[in-house]
Antibody
Framework: QVQLVQSGAEVKKPGASVKVSCKAS????????INWVRQAPGQGLEWMGW????????GFAQNFQGRVTMTKNTSITTAYMELSSLRSEDTAVYYC??????????????WGQGTLVTVSS | EIVLTQSPGTLSLSPGERVTLSCRAS???????LAWHQQKPGQAPRLLIY???SRATDIPDRFSGSGSGTDFTLTISRLEPEDFAVYYC????????FGQGTKVEIK
């Protein structure tokens, strides 16, 4: 079955960077986009961007342009999201999610368990 | 970027009632790119509807989606106890965004 297992919780200081990993299994890693979505405490969902694991192509929400990087290591079927210049407002649960189908840019269908990133001085 | 506005913010309803949730976009886009997700406390979201009206695998047929242009709707024909949750519309594709969510709570 499809599984996405994310790295553990992180505590970072303002101005630092965080890198969250997402280990995929149960399907062909390069066939489906990985989306990243975050959720601040008590708030709604915020779409961050997508990555095509085959090509490495990415697309980001305007809010994150210049501050987010999405990469992958195909040999270990793992996707990564790195967010830089962290501020307190970046405190959130970060989710990776696999797209619905092989066609690119599909809605998230399978979700990781989430990674809590806390930004605090 | 397209902005999605959901209404109402909260609905207080009883099991068995019919629910209609609204999602309005700041500009028109293809019905191919509208999805609905359900989220319960402490859980990751679950995809319900994609392409405006197609149900995802294992989603009961009491959930249906419709709409076009800038106005989209999620309908739950008869609320079951497990349907009390927060619902988000999402525009996906080369760029994406979520609405702010509608909470369906028990009256």
């Amino acid at each position: 079955q499809v599984q996405l297992v994310q790295s553990g919780a992180e505590v970072k200081k303002p101005g630092a960077s965080v890198k969250v990993s997402c280990k995929a299994s149960g399907y062909i890693f390069t066939n489906y986009d990985i989306n990243w979505v975050r959720q601040a405490p008590g708030q709604g969902l915020e779409w961050m961007g997508w990555m095509d694991p085959r090509s490495g192509n990415t697309g980001f929400a305007q809010n994150f342009q210049g501050r987010v990087t999405m990469t992958k290591n195909t040999s270990i079927t793992t996707a990564y999201m790195e967010l830089s210049s962290l501020r307190s407002e970046d405190t959130a649960v970060y989710y990776c999610a696999r797209g619905l189908s092989i066609a690119g840019r599909q809605p998230p269908r399978h979700w990781g368990q989430g990674t809590l990133v806390t930004v605090s001085s | 970027e397209i902005v999605l506005t959901q209404s109402p913010g909260t609905l207080s309803l009883s099991p068995g009632e019919r629910v209609t949730l609204s999602c309005r976009a700041s500009q028109s886009f293809s019905t191919r790119y509208l999805a609905w997700h359900q989220q319960k406390p402490g859980q990751a979201p679950r995809l319900l509807i994609y392409g405006t009206s197609s149900r995802a695998t294992d989603i009961p047929d009491r959930f249906s989606g419709s709409g076009s242009g800038t106005d989209f709707t999620l309908t739950i024909s008869r609320l079951e106890p497990e349907d009390f949750a927060v619902y988000y519309c999402q525009k996906y594709g080369s760029s994406g965004t979520f609405g702010q969510g509608t909470k369906v709570e028990i009256k």
